[in-house]
């Protein structure tokens, strides 16, 4: 940051030499952006935005930042004067502990796609290869390798990128063609793995140990084979890093973009050299906020972390101190899975706009926003207890509102309903309010995804089942359309973190794949066809494979004599029933009218019913 000063044309107070580096955004990490003077870069980033809104809120944020650094060094002063050994030993115990955890068995892959959007829109217009580029308007989604020279990236205000290359070509995004393309990658990447998880549109991991082991391949040849797979088939590239955990996978896809790949072997020492001279930017995780407010203690790469490893619980708290020593140890999940595997926490979407003030448009703007959730909840499968309404001013700066709902919601009409007071309230707060964001979101979900009745009783499952379970090679498009959930080694208790690392905005996946629906759909009428009997798991019959009868089915089994015996005879001081023992029925007297089947006639399988 020091070097940024010196193109200052004069001198200026020292929160604006924080300031230009907070300026350079969340990108400053993007492939491209090595060999850019960013001292140049924010001089004129900082000159372009100087006056406005954006420059206003952003150095608001600075000074709030420098005071929350002012506190942490001062408690940082006043712990360097006590005895820390205890705090020492303590971060000692915690390393050897999460060493325990290591995994190094497993080949983890990060797949992303190099600049996706403008690669995609090369497809159609080759002339552009050489022509300075980026995808988007106001805001650039991202760029091609050739405007990032001139350090252009993802997240910049277009005036500003214009500033600095201004043969810039703005496109807009087309985002039907970006998510066909990416259809096509990740149909070639559940070859390699099944069961890969999307990070993004553009980005996903995968474990290739079983196909290595099943191929006789090395990690970095089933890599190269997949890369050049994707290449011949969808005519873009996409680099790669692989590691012995997710984390280390994500850090070594960057590091020979574009169009190449970079292997960390599965060797502890390894991975530690690795991390040590890794600055701590390079993390996934790490943003701006945090990685200033580390550098201010002296941590400025992983390698750092370990000398004030007896600082860290107290000036970050427990999670951050957890999160910083699994980095110095190089270590991450080895846990790949279908996002629709994860639980969710929320479901929400937001929309960026021009200045607007108009009552009537923020309302209309509301309803739209409150139909596009629908569609998203919809596709979730949920319901949400609790509703976030989200807006950013016009000077950029962010409030968030929320309130707990007599009932779980997702309809449009109810997502409206529930959100119009609290903008009314906003409005009311807020005179002549001008918004240029605004979001909805709901938290505390409630599934709505139709209970498996065969499942929940232990039956056999349908045969659709059986059939889609021969085919591994391949995940329904309707799982992998929904499964972009960025990524999952983001840690949550940094600000930084989540500032807009990604590539894009807007829609991530929506398109599904017609010939899979099809198969699926065709298998579907093949099994209700096939199998119209669901077998009762109390008496054992077969009953009509419909939900609400074979419901009404199991009540009346449960509510019989047979179950009020056996829970009186639990209640009971004489010792429990063997497993195998059958529970003998009640003796009843000549002038108690009989039920059910004549004496003699009793179903064999209704006695095998036994409880323990």
């Given at each position: 940051m020091a070097e940024e000063n010196d193109t200052a044309a004069e001198p200026e107070p020292g929160q604006h030499q924080t300031l230009k580096y907070q300026l350079l955004g969340p990108s400053l990490t993007k492939a491209g952006q090595d060999?850019?003077?960013?001292?140049?870069?924010s001089e004129i980033i900082y000159n372009a935005s100087k006056g406005s809104k954006f420059f206003n809120r952003e150095e608001a944020r600075d000074k709030v930042l420098t005071q929350k650094i002012e506190q942490i060094l001062t408690k940082k002063r006043r712990l360097e004067k006590l005895d820390l050994s205890r705090e020492s030993r303590a971060a000692d115990q915690l390393i050897s502990e999460l060493e325990v955890s290591r995994d190094l068995t497993q080949r983890i892959v990060h797949i992303d796609c190099d600049a996706f959007y403008a690669a995609v829109e090369q497809l159609d217009r080759p002339e552009l290869k050489d022509v300075p580029f980026a995808v988007g308007g106001g805001v650039l989604t991202t760029c091609n390798y050739a405007a990032r020279k001139f350090g252009c990236r993802s997240g910049m205000a277009g005036f500003v990128a214009k500033k600095l290359c201004p043969e810039l070509l703005l496109i807009r995004p087309n985002f039907e063609k970006y998510t066909a393309k990416a259809h096509e990658v990740r149909d070639i990447l559940a070859d390699y793995d099944p069961r890969f998880e999307s990070a993004?549109?553009?980005?996903?991991y995968l474990n290739i140990t079983e196909y290595c082991a099943e191929h006789d391949m090395t990690a970095e040849e089933a890599v190269q084979q997949m890369r050049d797979e994707i290449h011949e088939k969808t005519k873009i590239t996409?680099?790669?890093?692989?590691?012995?955990n997710a984390k280390l996978a994500k850090i070594c896809s960057n590091f020979n973009k574009p169009n190449g790949q970079y292997s960390l072997p599965n060797d502890r020492n390894a991975i530690i050299t690795f991390m040590r001279d890794l600055p701590t930017r390079k993390v996934n995780g790490i943003g701006r906020v945090f990685e200033r407010e580390l550098q201010e203690i002296g941590v400025r790469t992983c390698g750092d972390i370990y000398p004030r490893r007896?600082?860290?619980h107290q000036l970050f708290g427990e999670k951050a101190y957890h999160f910083l020593l699994g980095c110095y140890l190089g270590l991450?999940?080895?846990q790949?899975?279908?996002a629709e595997e994860y639980e969710r926490k929320s479901v929400g979407t937001e929309s960026t706009f021009r200045d607007m003030s108009d009552p009537l448009e923020l309302v209309d703007k509301l309803r739209w926003t409150a139909g596009e959730l629908e569609k998203d909840m919809q596709r979730a499968e949920c319901k949400g207890r609790t509703l976030v309404l989200k807006v950013k001013l016009h000077t950029f700066e962010v409030l968030t509102r929320q309130v707990v709902l007599p009932k779980a919601i997702f309809q449009a009409d109810d997502l409206y309903q529930y959100s119009l007071p609290i903008l009314t309230k906003l409005q009311n707060e807020i005179p002549h309010m001008k918004l240029r964001l605004m979001g909805l979101r709901c938290t505390h979900l409630v599934s709505t995804k139709k209970p498996d009745t065969r499942a929940?009783?232990?039956?056999?499952?349908?045969?659709i089942e059986d059939e889609t379970s021969q085919k591994p090679g391949k995940r329904k498009a309707e799982g992998i359309a929904n499964d972009d959930t960025g990524d999952r080694d983001d840690d949550p208790f940094d600000l930084g973190a989540h500032d807009g690392d990604g590539e894009h905005e807007g829609p991530l996946d929506s398109a599904q794949t017609e010939n899979v629906k099809g198969e699926t759909a065709g298998m579907a009428d093949d099994a209700e066809t096939a199998e119209q009997w669901w077998d009762c798991p109390i008496c054992g019959r077969p009953q009509p494979a419909d939900e609400r009868r074979f419901n009404d089915h199991l009540d009346s089994c449960l509510s019989r004599q047979t179950i009020r015996d056996a829970v009186q005879r639990d209640t009971t001081e004489s010792p429990p029933l063997l497993p195998d023992t059958p529970l003998t029925k009640r003796v009843k007297g000549n002038s108690e009218k009989k039920r059910g089947r004549p004496a003699g006639s009793d179903d064999p399988r209704q006695k095998k019913l036994s409880f323990s």
């Open positions: 060999s850019v003077d960013q001292s140049k870069v993004s549109i553009d980005e996903a996409v680099s790669a890093g692989i590691a012995a007896h600082l860290l991450g999940r080895t790949v899975q279908p929940f009783f232990g039956l056999r499952p349908l045969k």
